[in-house]
């Protein structure tokens, strides 16, 4: 035969990845993942088979024989780089004979359809490799590049996805958890003696810009008795008049005193703390601010009832995100957190 002549074997020996097995079994090395780095390297295979010939006969040999044997390059140092010279200037620029081929090659040759000989190398790769040939999965060749698409996409996305669960525990944010307590004294409502204080939890740029009707609304109720409301009211306006500030302070930290332990009371409603020690004062001053404002009947110091003074809270998107990433956190390494 007429060595020169490859025939059908022409597109594999031209396959990069189907030549660059057969020279990490000549060199005796294989590809692996370093642990450390996971990068690509070559390492020694004891397993690996090195074919030598003498003559026309080739043979299995082991690594003295094929030392001796195997031919090499004039001035060449490495096996491995004779081997990539071979390639990339001879393999890699052969074509098909088909002149000094045999009729039934050229017969062969003639009955192929389009790409098949590349779909044969990818069929012999996933024997090799054990992947399977994306062209077995398609009725068309135009749906490979679809389908390669598809699996480059989801590899994208198994990747956002991991590192997502990654960033709930590390990432780091620009501006912190704010919350505002929105003037609300002037309101409709409170107008008609329905009291709510309304904080407004924000993170970054995009919660502030928020419509208030885009945020997640949730609220609790500060009970106190109407007749006690109605009396301080009454106290702080009738001491303020007569120019007693001192008294008028007092009764307002009394409030205070006990906005704040009614607070204390509730923060087992949140896992993840919210609010500092300067938010009570603050809430206790929109509180007042309320009360001084309201000139209706509800609040009678003979009434028996008791008022709820609505606490509502709205998270913008931000907020609400850093705050669930903050619960996760706590939950899988089980630290306290603090506000």
């Known amino acids: 035969g007429d060595p020169e002549n490859l025939r059908l074997l022409v597109p594999y020996v031209k396959n990069p990845f189907i030549m660059s ?3 990490n079994n000549l060199t005796r090395t294989k590809l692996t993942l370093q642990e450390k780095t996971q990068l690509p390297i070559l390492v020694e295979n004891d397993k690996s088979v090195q074919v030598a010939c003498e003559d026309m006969i080739c043979r299995k040999r082991d690594p003295v024989e094929f030392k001796m044997i195997f031919p090499r390059r004039i001035g060449g140092y490495e096996l491995s780089d004779d081997l990539e010279g071979l390639y990339c200037s001879y393999f890699i620029r052969k074509k098909y004979n088909r002149v000094g081929s045999s009729d039934s090659i050229k017969e062969w040759l003639n009955q192929q359809s389009f790409a098949e000989d590349k779909i044969e190398t990818q069929n012999f790769l996933a024997l090799i490799t054990g992947f399977p040939n994306l062209a077995s999965f398609t009725e068309n060749i135009s749906e490979i590049q679809n ?9 994208w996305d198994k990747w956002a996805n991991s590192k997502l669960e990654q960033f709930n525990t590390d990432i780091f944010y620009e501006e912190p958890l704010t919350l505002t307590i929105v003037p609300n004294s002037n309101s409709s409502k409170v107008m008609q003696g329905e009291f709510e204080a309304i904080v407004d939890l924000k993170l970054s740029e995009f919660d502030h810009v928020m419509d208030d009707t885009d945020k997640i609304d949730a609220h609790f109720n500060l009970t106190f008795p109407t007749a006690y409301l109605a009396q301080v009211k009454n106290d702080i306006l009738l001491n303020e008049n007569r120019g007693l500030l001192e008294r008028a302070k007092g009764i307002k930290n009394t409030l205070r005193e006990k906005i704040v332990q009614k607070l204390n009371g509730k923060s087992n409603y949140f896992s993840v703390p919210i ?10 001053e929109e509180v007042l601010n309320q009360l001084a404002t309201y000139r209706g009947s509800k609040l009678n110091r003979l009434s028996k009832t008791k008022t709820d003074i609505k606490i509502k809270f709205r998270y913008g998107m931000m907020a609400l995100s850093y705050i669930y990433k903050k619960q996760k956190y706590k939950v899988t390494y089980n630290h306290e957190l603090k506000p």
């Open 147 to 155: 389908l390669v698409l598809e699996d480059t996409f989801s590899q």
């Open 275 to 284: 609010w500092n020690e300067q938010f009570p004062q603050k809430l206790s």
């Open 21 to 23: 097995v057969v020279f």
